[in-house]
């Protein structure tokens, strides 16, 4: 083989070495570029769940506050009507518990659209042991009032007694809940400002 085809032949490697390590450095970069840009998505949604999550504990918290003074008086206005109950007879319902439905309806729909959105595992584990709380209490409370609600139904009007005394009940224990979960939500209030932050900056 002579010397020119010998550098032809080198040339032609180098060439061919070269075109390859052009595609692969191609294919890195749009990978590269790919990742970045599917990084800034979920760092856009994560930003607006977060900002969706603020919004809903607020809310809610919100709805706790406008609650409990009428479950306060609501429980105490069940008892005087057992009390008249039990000395009369007579089976008055109290005008204070009209004005309004017994419980607060809390939102959940923003943290299920997290979870649906996959952005949890993107939110520190502080922040979402506090959301979890929250929203787990918020479930135990439905359930509390969809127990009341049952047990309401089930009750014989004939029994004023026992009527008045589930209704008092009913209110304390929602009135209970609210004050438990109010903090909770302090808290997860807090965790979700302190994550948007750094963002907002």
């Given at each position: 083989?002579?010397?020119?085809?010998?550098?032809?032949?080198?040339?032609?490697?180098g060439r061919s070495l070269f075109e390859m390590a052009l595609v692969?450095?191609?294919?890195?970069?749009?990978?590269?570029?790919?990742?970045?840009?599917?990084?800034?998505?979920?760092?856009?949604?994560?930003?607006?769940?977060?900002?969706?999550?603020?919004?809903?504990?607020?809310?809610?918290?919100?709805?706790?506050?406008?609650?409990?003074?009428?479950?306060?008086?609501?429980?105490?206005?069940?008892?005087?009507?057992?009390?008249?109950?039990?000395?009369?007879?007579?089976?008055v319902f109290p005008e204070e518990a009209r004005s309004r439905s017994?419980?607060?309806?809390?939102?959940?729909?923003?943290?299920?659209?997290?979870?649906?959105?996959?952005?949890?595992?993107?939110?520190?584990?502080?922040?979402?042991?506090?959301?979890?709380?929250?929203?787990?209490?918020?479930?135990?409370?439905?359930?509390?009032?969809?127990?009341?609600?049952?047990?309401?139904?089930?009750?014989?009007?004939?029994?004023?007694?026992?009527?008045?005394?589930?209704?008092?009940?009913?209110?304390?224990?929602?009135?209970?809940?609210?004050?438990?979960?109010?903090?909770?939500?302090?808290?997860?209030?807090?965790?979700?400002?302190?994550?948007?932050?750094?963002?907002?900056?």
């Amino acid at each position: 083989m002579t010397g020119s085809a010998r550098n032809e032949r080198r040339g032609g490697l180098g060439r061919s070495l070269f075109e390859m390590a052009l595609v692969v450095i191609s294919v890195l970069l749009a990978l590269t570029v790919d990742n970045w840009r599917d990084d800034q998505q979920k760092a856009t949604l994560t930003t607006s769940v977060l900002g969706a999550l603020a919004q809903e504990l607020a809310a809610n918290r919100a709805a706790i506050d406008e609650a409990l003074p009428f479950q306060d008086r609501s429980s105490q206005a069940f008892r005087d009507a057992l009390e008249r109950y039990e000395a009369t007879k007579e089976f008055v319902f109290p005008e204070e518990a009209r004005s309004r439905s017994a419980a607060v309806r809390f939102s959940s729909a923003a943290y299920e659209s997290a979870v649906i959105a996959q952005v949890l595992p993107r939110i520190k584990v502080d922040t979402l042991l506090k959301l979890s709380r929250v929203y787990a209490e918020q479930d135990a409370y439905a359930d509390l009032q969809r127990n009341y609600a049952s047990a309401t139904l089930q009750v014989d009007f004939a029994d004023g007694a026992r009527y008045f005394r589930l209704l008092s009940n009913e209110y304390a224990q929602l009135a209970e809940a609210e004050r438990r979960i109010a903090p909770l939500i302090d808290a997860a209030r807090e965790a979700v400002a302190q994550e948007l932050a750094p963002i907002q900056r």
